[in-house]
Structure formats: structure tokens, C-alpha cells
């Protein structure tokens, strides 16, 4: 396998440095670290070539265990559901592409999904194996996401996030809120929460804030503009929850929906709708806004 290969084999693939245990084979000790994964699942996906070695070559039944060897292994989901949903292309060009991701569609390989996210799906349209995405947003939100399409200026456009030199643009539906003043910052400090997959607000100084507006009012909802100048995990739901207005069709907040399906006619009311930053490698002033709207 060609270096450029093997580098985007490892965009695609997990890795694992081998634990301490006393394993004869590599396969030994996947079948035991894995367990909810069958020996005879291994075997196959090693003889189709779905488990590598640190040199990108694809190992040997018996090949011996080692602590610390670094092994590289493709995620296989059995039965894997399809999302119904289909992602839009906005922008292409050799280092940057700009997608509309719907809602209930993973960015990234997780949990039950792997050929079902975003990225999976970008890169057999695309034929780019190094595609990786730039940021983040939650299954449950639609709108803009960015990739690096070229490891050699991808450094340049991830450095745009921790240095906050990227305005991000959200809107959400919710419940109208007139006793508050407009517009308005939200800051506080998210930490974990219970059940694991939720954060929530706690004591200490802020590591999040967030700026609203309100831009259009409907009887008892209003559409909101969301301005995150932070970027933590689920921060505009936990923010709107935290003023009394839940973003309407949230499984999460302000209370877990038990047993929850995905509803696709009614949605998480949340749109990553515009990102506009300064472009690292000619200088131009770049400017994206999403094709979804959210509906009433």
C-alpha cells in the first residue's frame, strides 16, 4: 500500500494500540477486547483485508500478539439501517467541500452507523478517500458542514475553529420567550450530564456562550438566530433549554424522550444555516449559507 493510501485508509479506519493481556494471536485478542464481535466476524473481515497493520498491510490469522502494536481495523455495522435522507453538495473544489447535511444523518462513523453518515457517503460520491470533516454537528441538526479535501491545507483550514476566526450562524424554532429581553448572550459552563450522551449546565466560570436574536414570532413560537461563540458538544440545545424554550421536536432536552424513533416529519428544529470566514490559503472572504429552511 502507497503512503497517500495508507493515509487515507487511516481517515476511513480505527485504530488500536494492542492492551496488556496474554494473547498467542492479534486475533485473540480482538475476539476477547471486542466482544460483542464473533471470532468467525474477524476471520472475515481479516480475509478481506479489513484489519491492518501499522504499514497498512493487512495481517496474518496468526499473527503474534504484541503489547502496543498499533493495529488499524474498518468498522462493520450487520444490517446497517438506511437514512432516508440525501445530502446536498454546496461547494467543491481540491481542498474545500461544503455539504448540506440532513437531519438524522451522523457526520461521522458511530455507534449503530458507519456507511449511513455523511462522510461515508462524501466520499464514494466524490472518490476522495481523504475527505475529513473540519467540524462538527449533532445527528439530529441539518445544515452546513465543512471537509478538508487535501491533507496538505488541511492544518490551515482546522486552525479556523480554535482560533474562532469563523462566524457560525445557527436558527432554531422554539417557544416564544416574551418575558426576556432581545438580543441577548447566553454564557455558562457545560459538563457532563446523565444519561452520558447529555451535557448539561454547572457550577463554575463559563466555557460556552452563545449570542441570540429573535427573528421572527409566530403565536406561541418564534424563530430564533443563534450565534455559538463557543463550540461545545449539544451547546445551543442545552443554551435554549436553559431559558425556558427547548428547541421544539428535541429527543434530549429539556427532558430525555424516552424509546424516541426518528420522526422524519418532524424534526429537531435546529440549522446550522451560514458560516463566513476569511479563507487561510488566498486571502478571499468566503461566505455559506444552507438550502434547507425549517418549517413551521
Request: proline share 6%; with cysteine; glycine share 6%.
Amino acid at each position: 500500500m502507497s503512503t497517500s493510501a495508507f493515509c487515507a485508509a487511516q481517515n476511513q479506519a480505527s485504530t488500536l494500540y494492542l492492551p496488556s493481556g496474554n494473547w498467542s494471536t492479534v486475533l485473540d485478542c480482538l475476539c476477547e477486547h471486542f466482544s460483542a464481535i464473533g471470532r468467525e466476524q474477524w476471520l472475515d473481515r481479516i480475509a478481506r483485508g479489513r484489519v491492518l497493520d501499522a504499514q497498512g498491510r493487512g495481517i496474518a490469522v496468526d499473527l503474534a500478539y504484541r503489547e502496543g502494536l498499533r493495529i488499524h481495523y474498518f468498522r462493520e455495522v450487520p444490517d446497517e439501517k438506511h437514512i432516508p435522507v440525501v445530502e446536498t453538495i454546496l461547494y467543491a473544489d481540491e481542498h474545500l467541500v461544503v455539504a448540506d447535511k440532513p437531519h438524522f444523518l451522523p457526520v461521522t462513523p458511530a455507534g449503530e452507523y458507519v456507511e449511513q453518515t455523511l462522510l461515508r457517503r462524501l466520499i464514494r460520491r466524490l472518490d476522495n478517500p481523504h475527505l475529513v470533516p473540519l467540524h462538527r454537528i449533532d445527528r439530529h441538526t441539518a445544515g452546513l458542514v465543512l471537509f478538508s479535501a487535501n491533507p496538505a491545507s488541511r492544518s490551515a483550514y482546522q486552525s479556523l475553529f480554535p482560533t474562532r476566526k469563523i462566524d457560525k450562524h445557527y436558527e432554531a424554532i422554539a417557544r416564544a420567550l416574551p418575558d426576556l429581553s432581545f438580543p441577548r448572550v447566553h454564557k455558562s459552563r457545560l459538563v457532563d450530564g446523565e444519561p452520558f450522551f447529555r451535557m448539561q449546565e454547572g457550577p463554575g466560570a463559563s466555557n460556552t456562550e452563545t449570542a441570540i436574536e429573535v427573528v421572527e414570532t409566530r403565536a406561541d413560537l418564534w424563530r430564533y438566530a443563534l450565534f455559538p461563540v463557543t463550540g461545545k458538544k449539544h451547546q445551543l440545545r442545552v443554551h435554549m433549554a436553559a431559558l425556558g424554550a427547548g428547541i421544539c421536536n428535541d429527543p434530549f432536552y429539556p427532558d430525555v424522550v424516552k424509546d424516541a424513533v426518528d420522526d422524519y416529519a418532524n424534526p429537531l428544529k435546529l440549522l446550522a444555516k451560514g458560516l463566513r470566514f476569511i479563507d487561510p490559503l488566498n486571502g478571499s472572504e468566503r461566505t455559506f449559507e444552507s438550502q434547507i429552511s425549517l418549517a413551521w
